[in-house]
């Protein structure tokens, strides 16, 4: 019965993809080729073989009939703009959750179920008219017990088996298409189904996007530029989420930004900070920035909401982008192959001139724009592209972060199209490449290591007496053995020694360190400063000097 089921709603699926004219996407499941020939000899499909709009507005369209699953996956889709052709991927970029809401009572009841009690006993009102609707979930206003303003969002009743069916559809797309398109290995239609798998069933779960909301709250706490709406955890459960409610103009209505005085120019600049320092600061940012889900205060402050799709970045992947952006900046090719390299992102025997020259052609037509059109996102989509050549895997937090820098930099460059990226990311990248490679990251390098040795440290003797002890208590039948034992004695006494004065050098150095700094930053404060920082520092190394082990 389910197999019947599922080759009903495959026959449904191209039944609505030969209506649009998408024949080359069904002629990819081989299965359904004979009944795509059907569909043409109906009288009435004569002269539909022209379309006027393109064929990413045809897939657009046809998505949107098959309901917003399909919606939902024609999003995920677009942030793969390294494996989709452009006109398809901006299309796709385009699709929202326009869905018809269910009833404010059906609603009402969804949350009383969640908390186990009448929905009065949490809030002193419930509108049951929604103010948004999408694919997964919907959200309506509401006020607390003490008359906190609130916005309440709520999962679509008996959504689950839906998502498991279109995913399931889904998936039998993905492998009749690697099997049967000549596209499809290199596509890999069945591992972007899997990423939507992971980012649909993770919206299932309202508690997560509860959590990323309090990260990102707590990453900007105080900010000036920009507020995160606090979560209500008492009243979150898995199907329901309650968060404070914002009043602000939406970010797309341009004429009302400019009526309230609000500074175009330095809004624009806020929102490219705002990117960067969730990117590089704190490796945890905002992946779905959208206009719909930014708003901005009469003082000029953004605000953010729906927080269901994060990235994340470690520290190899902002070394990685930081000296990507960098080379570039400075049309340093070599230097972008480089990264790639030690990033060990493309095969270690990749021949890097071969490599800087494919960068280099993609590269340096994005020079020939005037300054202000010259997009971050789209050099790191053909970076990506290049890079495939060259068997770099897809990392999906850098296609994220790719996703999300389009998005604000098509938002900045609408609130004020002068905008230059260059000049506000340049600078920012340079500060925080010199926190990392400079003295700064080195003493920052030994602040995390020495509680790592000082918690060694006395544990050697223990760890040193037990070796020995074991090695007195085996079967030693000659002198040899035993001189080989006091010999060892002696070694770990003199690794002892090594280690302790090494421990000693290091911490005369880092204090020479922080007493420059210290007269650097207030000369007056200690007299004689420079003199101790010049002695301290001299002592440590003479003192790392005899730590360092023998060569003999």
Same mark, same amino acid.
């Given at each position: 019965?389910?197999? *019947? ?11 609505? #993809? ?17 009944? !795509? #020939?059907?569909?043409? %000899? ?112 709520? =999962? ?13 559809? %889904? ?45 990102? !709250? ?40 400019? *009526? ?20 590089? !600061? ?28 994060? $990235? ?16 570039? #900046? ?70 994220? %972060? ?9 938002? $900045? ?28 990251? #080195? ?10 040795? *000082? ?22 039948? &000659?002198? &040899? ?7 060892? !004695?002696?070694?770990?006494?003199? $690794? ?36 101790? *920082?010049? =002695? ?17």
């Amino acid at each position: 019965m389910a197999q *019947s089921s599922q080759l009903f709603h495959l026959l449904r699926i191209t039944r609505v #993809f030969v209506k649009h004219g998408l024949d080359e996407f069904v002629v990819t499941l081989h299965l359904f080729r004979p009944y !795509r #020939f059907v569909l043409k %000899l109906l009288p009435w499909r004569w002269g539909s073989g022209r379309y006027e709009a393109s064929r990413g507005v045809r897939l657009t369209k046809a998505l949107e009939e098959l309901g917003p699953v399909f919606v939902k996956f024609g999003q995920v889709l677009s942030t793969r703009p390294d494996l989709l052709p452009e006109d398809i991927a901006a299309e796709l970029a385009k699709l929202q959750d326009q869905v018809t809401p269910f009833s404010g009572e059906q609603a009402r009841s969804l949350v009383a179920e969640a908390y186990g009690n009448a929905i009065d006993e949490h809030f002193a009102s419930f509108i049951s008219e929604p103010i948004a609707a999408a694919s997964v979930a919907q959200v309506h206003l509401a006020e607390l017990k003490d008359g906190t303003e609130v916005v309440v969002k709520v =999962l679509r009743p008996g959504i689950q088996p839906v998502i498991e069916r279109d995913l399931s559809l %889904l998936y039998t797309l993905a492998k009749l298409a690697e099997e049967y398109w000549d596209q499809g290995p290199r596509l890999r239609p069945t591992e972007i189904v899997a990423e939507f798998d992971k980012t649909i069933h993770d919206e299932l779960d309202l508690r997560r996007e509860a959590a990323n909301a309090g990260q990102l !709250r707590a990453n900007f706490e105080n900010s000036e530029i920009v507020y995160i709406p606090k979560v209500y955890w008492d009243h979150t459960r898995q199907t329901v989420m309650v968060m404070e409610r914002i009043h602000g103009i939406p970010i797309r209505n341009v004429d009302a930004l400019k *009526s309230a005085g609000i500074d175009m120019r330095q809004l624009a600049h806020n929102g490219v900070e705002i990117f960067f320092t969730q990117a590089f !600061r704190d490796g945890f940012f905002h992946a779905d920035m959208h206009p719909g889900n930014i708003f901005v205060t009469k003082e000029g402050q953004y605000q953010a909401v729906d927080f269901g799709i994060v $990235g994340t970045l470690s520290d190899l992947d902002k070394r990685y982008l930081a000296e990507n952006f960098l080379a570039f #900046f400075n049309r340093d090719y070599r230097a972008v192959a480089d990264a790639h390299l030690r990033a060990g992102w493309v095969p270690a025997d990749t021949p890097a001139e071969e490599f800087e020259a494919a960068i280099r052609t993609v590269c340096e037509p994005i020079f020939a724009k005037p300054i202000n059109e010259i997009s971050f996102g789209r050099f790191i989509m053909q970076l990506f592209q290049v890079a495939r050549r060259f068997e770099m895997p897809i990392q999906p937090q850098l296609v994220l %972060l790719q996703k999300t820098l389009l998005n604000i930099e098509g938002l $900045g460059r609408q609130l004020y199209p002068e905008l230059d990226l260059w000049q506000t990311a340049k600078p920012y990248l340079e500060k925080w490449m010199k926190m990392q490679v400079g003295p700064e990251a #080195f003493i920052d390098e030994l602040k995390k290591e020495v509680p790592k040795w *000082s918690r060694m440290l006395p544990r050697m003797p223990a760890l040193a007496h037990d070796m020995i002890s074991k090695l007195s208590a085996a079967d030693l039948s &000659n002198r &040899n053995q035993v001189a080989e034992i006091e010999k060892l !004695r002696q070694e770990i006494a003199r $690794g002892q020694r090594r280690q302790f004065v090494g421990f000693v050098g290091t911490i005369s150095l880092l204090s020479a360190f922080m007493m420059a700094a210290l007269d650097g930053y207030a000369p007056t404060m200690i007299y004689g400063a420079p003199l101790i *920082s010049w =002695l301290l520092g001299g002592l440590g190394v003479l003192l790392l000097v005899f730590a360092w082990p023998d060569t003999q």
